[in-house]
Each structure stands twice: as C-alpha cells, then as structure tokens.
C-alpha cells in the first residue's frame, strides 16, 4: 500500500483558497487518490477522487501530476465550517482482491474569521 | 435517499464483556468495510464484505469477527473487550468492488470500555 504523508495542520483566514497537498511517492497502477473530510464524532465525508491530472466537483478540485507521487487538494474560498480534518488515501480500490484503505493522521485545517 | 446507517449510536461496555454493531449500507451497495478510529488517528480498516464474503482483514486480533446478511447489512462482533477498543467504530459502503467506486461512510457507534 501506497503510504501517503501530509501536513499535520493549517490555519486559513476565511474567503482564502486552502491547497493540502499528499504526498505518496510508492503509487502503484491501480491506485486512485481519494480526499476524505471529517468532523468530529462524525464519519469521514466524501469530497474527491481521482486517478490522474484535474478533477472537479462542487465542493474541490483535486490536481494530480503526470507522475502521481504527489495531489493536491484544492478548497475554494474557505468558511468556518471547513475547519475539519482532511485525509488523503491512496489504494487499490479494484475488486481483484481485497480493499485495504489506510488512512493516515490527516490534515487538521482551521479555519479563522 | 437514506445513507449508511449504524447502531447503536453510542455504547458502554466494561472488560470482558462482548459487543455487536450493525451497520446498514446505501440501498444497493453490496460491499461494507468496518473501520476502527481511535481518538486523534484515522480510522483504521478492520473488515471488508463483498456478497456476504470476507474480501479483506486489517491487523486486528480474532477477538473482532464480523458478518454480512443477504440484504447486505453488516454486523461486527467484538469479544473479550479491552480498555484499548474505546474508539468510533465506523462502517463504509460503496456499490462493488470497481476501483472507481466511491466508499460512504456512517457516522459511527461510539463504544466506551470501563
């Protein structure tokens, strides 16, 4: 599995673009890179998935280069209520084996007025 | 639509003792994961269901077993309980096994050990 590391913390002023980048340099083939949110007490939240180059959706965009060592993860224009903790996986999500998808400590944002 | 649902939501166990959670995945969604996250880490995958089938163990002793019904639901077992299982039990489902499906989680059964 694809070990992936992030910044432990970021602070961000309200209104600001927040990019938290994931590094995971042993990316196998068959890995897609998937970007969690989660509160706390809460079950992680779905915000992105991608394999390669640029994905968005209505919520973020997510920047993968040509050699998939490392992603981006991109929030527009912060609010307070984006203050939470951002997990970058990275696995095989393919169903020719098993599913293992390791989360790592995540990325604690907070965001301030 | 109704997401993944778990119960109970909270529970207070004391050593020794056994534990059962249920987690009932998005209509349609054939693949359940069980996941322990104890407090400040990230969660951490314990099981994977596919079609009532055991796909995937993480590193948790056999003390942690788990199950899946014909209607896909789930339950995960926990015997002997430990002070150290104190932590948000969360389960995750997601449509099959293809490797651009999306995993939805619940919002977790929070378990006490005294």
């Known amino acids: 599995l694809a070990k992936t590391t992030q910044p432990i913390s970021m602070d961000s002023y309200e209104g600001q673009e927040v990019n938290i980048t994931c590094s995971h340099n042993?990316?196998?083939?068959?890995?897609?890179i998937t970007w969690y949110q989660q509160f706390p007490s809460q079950g992680p939240r779905f915000i992105i998935q991608?394999?390669?180059t640029k994905v968005t959706n209505e919520v973020a965009s997510l920047f993968i280069p040509a050699d998939r060592k490392s992603s981006t993860l991109s929030l527009p224009r912060v609010s307070l209520s984006d203050t939470a903790v951002y997990y970058c996986?990275?696995?095989?999500?393919?169903?020719?084996?098993?599913?293992?998808?390791?989360f790592g400590i995540g990325t604690k944002l907070q965001v301030i007025p | 639509d109704a997401g993944v649902t778990q119960s109970p939501t909270h529970l207070i166990k004391t050593r020794g003792q056994h534990v059962t959670l249920r987690c009932s995945p998005i209509?349609?969604?054939?693949?359940v994961s069980w996941y322990q996250q104890v407090l400040g880490q990230g969660p951490q995958f314990i099981f994977q269901?596919?079609?009532?089938?055991?796909?995937g163990r993480g590193n948790f002793p056999d003390r942690f077993s788990a199950r899946q019904f014909p209607n896909y639901s789930s339950e995960l077992n926990v015997n002997a309980l430990l002070l150290g299982d104190s932590a948000l039990y969360l389960c995750?489902?997601?449509?099959?096994?293809?490797?651009?499906?999306?995993?939805?989680f619940g919002p977790g059964t929070r378990l006490l050990v005294l």
């Open positions: 995750a489902s997601r449509p099959g096994l293809a490797g651009q499906e999306t995993q939805y």
């Open positions: 042993n990316i196998a083939t068959n890995d897609y």
């Open positions: 991608g394999y390669k």
């Open positions: 996986l990275v696995g095989d999500l393919s169903g020719g084996g098993y599913q293992k998808v390791t």
């Open positions: 209509s349609g969604h054939k693949s």
């Open positions: 269901y596919y079609e009532k089938e055991e796909r």
